[in-house]
Nanobody, 128 residues
Framework: QVQLVESGGGLVQAGGSLRLSCTAS????????MGWFRQAPGKEHEFVAA????????YYADSVKGRFTISRDNAKTTVYLQMNSLKPEDTAVYYC?????????????????????WGQGTQVLVSS
């Protein structure tokens, strides 16, 4: 079992920055990949970013590439999403997710079905 708790969401003006955190407990954190997804009102969940268990590799949606950075601190069992140059279209509930299907995997997925544990979400609202 893995429990995930996100924090760091809030209201920010366009062009601003936020850093989301997701702290995990339960299964050994440094054995599985982590991802961030988001869901805007009336839309499907969308992949944002993912990182392997070691932090050596990361992946981004085209819509956030160059603006968002995913990182992890295995000692703190926490994954971060640094979001810069925020746009109104980044407004969504952001979820972190854990992929424990593939421990010590060299890749990490971009699809919802590749993750088996989810946090409760944190709201990000970007005003224009």
């Amino acid at each position: 079992q893995v429990q995930l708790v996100e924090s760091g969401g809030g209201l920010v003006q366009a062009g601003g920055s936020l850093r989301l955190s997701c702290t995990a407990s339960g299964r050994t954190f440094n054995s599985y990949g982590m991802g961030w997804f988001r869901q805007a009102p009336g839309k499907e969940h969308e992949f944002v970013a993912a990182i392997t268990w070691s932090g050596d590799s990361s992946y981004y949606a085209d819509s956030v590439k160059g603006r968002f950075t995913i990182s992890r601190d295995n000692a703190k069992t926490t994954v971060y999403l640094q979001m810069n140059s925020l746009k109104p279209e980044d407004t969504a509930v952001y979820y972190c997710a854990a992929d424990t299907f593939r421990p010590y995997g060299e890749v990490v997925g971009k699809d919802l079905g590749e993750y088996d544990y989810w946090g409760q979400g944190t709201q990000v609202l970007v005003s224009s």
